[in-house]
């Protein structure tokens, strides 16, 4: 299985970017994805997930309102829309996943399979 992250960068504050992660080796459909982020310095915590059809979704309350989750289940992709960003946003962005478990905050520790990650970095 791979994950491939892409789509960081440098945004000022109150802008946004798009995060994809590109699946491999799994089907995927089958799959619940998870996107987590890791600041420096501090333990990495999960950001959002999304169910095998897209119709459920879960957000961590720092990010409800500004982030979006999606997937294309066609591409083998999952999406981060990030708006309205704030400097404590900045942070590695990793996507992930498990066939066992729901990505989660309290299953960070028991995913097996996860992207390589991508910076994310918002200036005030």
């Known amino acids: 299985v791979q994950l491939q992250a892409s789509g960081g960068g440098l945004v000022q504050a109150g802008g946004s970017l798009r995060l994809s992660c590109a699946a491999s080796?799994?089907?995927?459909?089958?799959?619940?994805m998870g996107w987590f982020r890791q600041a420096p310095g501090k333990e990495r915590e999960f950001v959002a997930s999304i169910g095998w059809s897209g119709r459920g979704t879960w957000y961590a309350d720092s990010v409800i309102g500004r982030f979006t989750v999606s997937r294309d289940n066609a591409k083998n992709t999952v999406y981060l829309q990030m708006n309205s960003l704030k400097p404590e946003d900045t942070a590695v962005y990793y996507c992930?996943?498990?066939?066992?478990?729901?990505?989660?905050?309290?299953?960070?520790?028991?995913?097996?399979?996860w992207g390589q990650g991508t910076q994310v970095t918002v200036s005030s």
């Open positions: 080796g799994l089907t995927f459909s089958n799959y619940v």
């Open positions: 992930a996943t498990d066939p066992r478990h729901i990505p989660t905050a309290q299953t960070i520790g028991s995913l097996d399979y």
